[in-house]
């Protein structure tokens, strides 16, 4: 007789993909693509074991645990738990994977149980997690505290609800074409870099960071972390130097990815003020991923978010000629955003919800 209970142990986490211990790391690879194929059909969204590895094995910044159920010895699902390593955050981020297949069995439940056990044993007195949501209207929408989008309900986003969870902010996911008609992106980047004028120009390179701007990157980077909108979600402000940078990238490009920044320095203070990264796996064939995009706020107002987005778009198409789209997340009412993105042909594909609980 098959029991429903499930077990739930601590995951693995090997030196190598091919480790005699790497196959239940290998399983989460596959099952974090799974679960995004069947919430929104975009399994690309979610990167896989080789790229999720490097930042397993270095807790310098952020510490993550995770935890694997099973069923008679199959795996039903994971979760997992991140925590910012900053000594004021309060908050961890949660990822529970769960497939259709199993789903109801109260698997969702224990796992969410367990991360949350997991947090409290850490400090935390904030839970965050997101869901992802296809593009539909349904029944039942559900509309963040921002105020901004509407998400329709889905098991994920129903079982956060029943566990005290709101929903504080909802987000776009967009794509760009890479082989549509350049002319927009060249004429955008020429219009925003004539009104931003001479005091702002483009510094672009591939990571890793020349040591030269490898402070200048820190400052810009620990801004995403109080600049970008974000509700009333609990995000710790981000400590960066030289040496986060370095072991970021190192990170980044352990698992061979690429990524490349288009950054602009304010000529006067000779400080960066905004950038842009794009990333792409190992695959060139597949899909780019849009990371970070910010403008500092005393620089706003200068179009220097369409300047950033438009020159790497532009160095992208041939760097990259092989891959078929970027993929990028933007909160819905950061509208100068999206605006810049809608205007360069960026169009919606999928949403995700932000969900936040104090205990």
Known sequence: MKTTEPTITPLIVPVSLDADDAAEFRAYGDLNRLVCDEQVGLPDLAPDAAQMLPNWQDDSDALDRGFVARIDDEIVGMVTVTLAQEA????????????????????????????????????RTVLQIWSLHRPVEAD?????????????????????????YSLEQVERNSEYDLHSDVGPLRDAL?????????????????MPTPPEWRDGFAAVLARLSTDAPSGDMDFAEEHW????????????????????????????????????????????????????????KEHRGHRLGTIVKCANLLRWRELM????????FNAEENRPMLSINEAIGFVPVSYAGAWQKKI
């Open 190 to 206: 020429a219009d925003a870099s004539a009104f931003a004028g001479p005091d702002y120009r483009i510094v672009e390179w591939n």
């Open 321 to 328: 000629p092989l891959s078929t789209v970027v993929s990028t």
């Open 140 to 164: 039942r929408m559900l509309v963040p505290r921002t105020g901004w989008g509407r998400i329709p309900a889905t098991p994920l986003s129903e079982l956060a609800e029943d566990h005290g």
């Open 88 to 123: 004021e955050a309060h908050a961890a981020e949660i990822d529970l994977l769960v497939p259709q297949a199993h789903w109801g069995l109260g698997v969702e439940a224990a796992l969410l149980d367990r991360a949350e056990e997991e947090a409290r044993a850490h400090g």
């Open 241 to 296: 130097d030289a040496d986060r940078v370095v072991r970021r990238e190192a990170r980044l490009l352990g698992a061979g990815q690429t990524v490349s920044v288009a950054a602009v320095q304010h000529v006067p203070s000779g400080q960066l003020v905004a950038y842009n990264e794009l990333l792409i796996a190992a695959d060139r064939t597949g899909v780019t991923h849009q990371f970070g995009t910010l403008v500092s």
